[in-house]
């Protein structure tokens, strides 16, 4: 039920890990008809005891609270527009902890420094940013940029600075 998972445990899985401090990633946006399943393996993570879920779609938070399930929870906006002035709902919410955005502008992750507001602040410094699923038309705006006509549907692309020397 995650998007770009890196590796895959079924339910049995986990429970025979018992590992509660594992984090859980459900970083999907999902869709009407995936929320039977999601809530179906959040009861499943709340029977075996799993005390962090990192989470991209607020039905997750909004089913944990139906199913009265209070794990530890991290917001992983993903790709989704967010800005420091939500950092009071989420603290409202009992989300504690949130990953930036990739896409911020410096200004803005000094925003969310600035008024963070008691809730803990995750972000990716360095590493390969995957653009695959962004809600922004990145790969879309490079190509009319260059006017590139070629279909880059499955091709990998290394995105630098023009003052980077590597």
């Not at 995936?34 to 962090?52: A, D, F, G, S, Y």
Request: hydrophobic residues 35%; aromatic residues 12%; positive net charge.
């Amino acid at each position: 039920l995650s998007a770009r998972p890196t590796y895959l445990l079924s339910l049995k899985q986990l429970e025979e890990l018992n590992c509660p401090k594992l984090a859980i990633s459900l970083n999907n946006l999902y869709v009407d008809d995936q929320l039977p399943e999601l809530t179906k393996v959040l009861k499943q993570l709340k029977k075996i005891n799993i005390r962090t879920i990192i989470f991209t779609d607020f039905a997750v938070k909004q089913i944990c609270d139906e199913i009265s399930y209070q794990p530890e929870f991290v917001y992983s906006s993903e790709t989704l527009a967010t800005n420091y002035s939500q950092l009071p709902f989420y603290k409202h919410n009992k989300i504690n902890e949130v990953v930036l955005p990739r896409e911020l502008f410096w200004n803005e992750i000094n925003d969310f420094c600035k008024y963070k507001s008691n809730v803990k602040l995750q972000m990716q410094a360095e590493g390969f940013s995957l653009m695959m699923h962004s809600k922004w038309t990145l790969l879309t705006n490079f190509q009319k940029q260059f006017k590139i006509k070629k279909d880059l549907t499955n091709q990998m692309f290394y995105l630098k600075e023009e003052t980077r020397k590597l």
